[in-house]
């Protein structure tokens, strides 16, 4: 077919060859009837030009209604996608405005405190693990302004009644001496730095120590585990917000206030109303006057970084004591039992 086209073209003279006289035979251009007498050699132009001529008139002329028609909706078709389109992108826009401003206004509030009863639950159940914990602890006692004493040592403590102290005290205001202070739960045992007037007593006995100790042991036996599982019932626990300590750690910070009437914890040991040496009786709450207490816990384990406790009469001496805990000791490497 193409090849047919082609020697066509081949065999077709040029348009602008054309004489001058064959023009008046073109009916395409001119109105009214078609030439009677039209030259043979002309008839194959002739019939190009009414060709070409139809094809023009058919296109320009065929359903212009309809095509302009077509040509509406095409263009309402356009502008309809476009408005769609635009709707959609703000509508999309406007759905992430809403996201944006939700996630600001959730990140600008502040967070949520625990419960005091959350907070304390989890103290208390990271307290109960059967580990070791060291703390350095701090005891400052005044009267009225005066220092009476400052006591420094390390302290590493276990569930039940397990202690171990290490540190120099002074013993009333004067003495002072290097001291290992322990408990395996079953005994209470003192060993000096020279390892003589070393002593031992069963635990419920341990009240004999005091007349030794002065207001040592009052200080130690302060049972923290327990006393801490206590809070809910013996102080008014209130979670008053969040703090970094000096590590930079963002903490929750609990603070618990003695109730009136409330009876403390059992002690390790209690001073009675007979005396000095009297065990078992009373509580380490009671006997040390304890007045409220401050925690600096990690809110998700429970885990207690900072402890602070006031105690004291409103006429006696009045102790601060702060524990900062270390650390945890590897398993086994603490021995509780009297040394000798």
């Known amino acids: 077919m193409s090849g047919a086209r082609d020697d066509f073209s081949q065999d077709r003279e040029p348009r602008e060859l054309v004489p001058d006289e064959w023009r008046a035979f073109d009916d395409t251009l001119a109105e009214g009837p078609a030439p009677a007498e039209v030259p043979v050699e002309a008839h194959r132009w002739l019939a190009e030009q009414r060709f070409m001529h139809g094809m023009l008139r058919a296109l320009h ?161 302060l049972d923290v585990h327990e006393l801490i599982n206590k809070l809910p019932e013996q102080f008014e626990v209130q979670v008053v917000g969040r703090e970094k300590d000096r590590n930079g750690r963002e903490l929750l910070r609990i603070e618990a206030k003695r109730r009136r009437g409330s009876r403390g914890p059992r002690a390790m040991g209690g001073r009675g109303p007979a005396g000095r040496g009297s065990a078992g009786r009373g509580t380490a709450a009671r006997a040390f006057g304890l007045r409220g207490m401050w925690l600096l816990c990690d809110e998700e384990t429970g885990r207690v970084h900072h402890l602070g406790i006031r105690s004291g009469a409103p006429r006696g001496p009045q102790r ?16 509780y039992t009297k040394p000798w």
């Open 61 to 221: 002329t065929a359903d212009p209604v309809a095509r302009e028609h077509r040509v509406e909706r095409v263009l309402d078709g356009l502008d309809a996608a476009q408005a769609a389109g635009s709707r959609r992108h703000w509508g999309v826009v406007a759905v992430a405005a809403m996201l944006l401003a939700t996630l600001a206004l959730w990140f600008a509030l502040p967070d949520r405190l625990p419960t005091a009863e959350a907070a304390v639950g989890r103290i208390v159940a990271e307290m109960e693990r059967e580990v070791d914990r060291r703390y350095r602890v701090a005891i400052r006692t005044s009267r009225q302004g005066e220092k009476l004493g400052n006591h420094v040592f390390s302290l590493v403590t276990r569930p039940g009644s397990r202690f171990q102290i290490d540190g120099r005290f002074s013993f009333r205001g004067q003495k002072v001496a290097s001291l290992r202070i322990g408990s395996d739960g079953e005994e209470v045992w003192v060993l000096p730095a020279n390892r003589r007037l070393r002593q031992a007593v069963p635990l419920r006995e341990r009240g004999k120590l005091r007349e030794t100790l002065d207001d040592v042991l009052d200080l130690v036996e």
């Open 320 to 335: 601060t004591v702060r524990l900062d805990y270390l650390g945890e000791e590897p398993s086994g490497l603490v021995d």
